[in-house]
């Protein structure tokens, strides 16, 4: 099982539950957030996918009028069963960023940013632990959040991840709905070529 089958999954999925408040048809960028992944991945070799879930928490705060930072925890468990060998790897992530936002229009923001994360993943077969890698990456994404009713957001971003010497492009999409003006319960899919990962989450905003 290869690093970079997991860590894709977790910062797109991250990448959904970036802030989707609006006060005043206005988008806040200061946060926290929560959010329960279900991952799926090809594995080269063998027929059956790598299966798991995890959690991922993440804040933000707007240091400027169009400039926001922030930093994100992931954490979770994967495992494939192929001709009676088990492979499972219990994972976890940091990461930290910045994000550059502007309004394309009254009811419209355009995003991009660049996350760096490092993590980890300890690899068990059978039952007993075989080894640990560690790895450190980049992403690269744009996107655009949109109000479509008064309590509903919708939002999609492209991503570029590279992860040691493995790099993936990642698609998002997800949606917001508003229980008042400064808190959201969201879900999410995000994918790539070999991967993908169903998310739901909530999200406090100040």
């Known amino acids: ?41 090809e594995v080269d070799g063998i027929p059956e996918d790598l299966e798991g879930n995890g959690i991922s928490l993440s804040g933000a705060f707007n240091i400027a009028n169009n400039f926001s930072a922030g930093a994100s925890y992931s954490t979770g468990s994967a495992d494939v069963t192929s001709d009676g060998i088990t492979v499972n790897g219990d994972f976890s992530s940091f990461s930290i960023g910045a994000l550059f936002h502007m309004p394309a229009d009254e009811k419209v923001d355009f995003l991009a940013g660049v996350d760096i994360f490092k993590g980890d993943v300890d690899i068990d077969v059978n039952g007993t632990f075989v080894s640990t890698e560690d790895a450190t990456g980049n992403s690269i994404f744009a996107g655009i959040r949109a109000m479509i009713a008064d309590n509903v957001e919708l939002n999609g971003f492209i991503d570029r991840t590279k992860i040691e010497d493995d790099s993936s492009t990642n698609l998002s999409f997800g949606g917001s709905y508003y229980i008042n003006k400064l808190f959201t319960i969201d879900a999410g899919y995000s994918f790539d070529s070999d991967s993908s990962s169903l998310s739901f989450g909530a999200t406090k905003y100040f």
């Not at 970036?18 to 329960?36: G, H, K, Q, R, V």
């Open 1 to 41: 099982m290869k690093i970079s089958r997991i860590y894709p999954l977790t910062i797109a999925s991250a990448l959904v539950f970036l802030p989707t408040t609006a006060i005043s048809e206005t988008f806040s960028y200061t946060f926290i957030s929560a959010s329960y992944e279900i991952i799926k991945s």
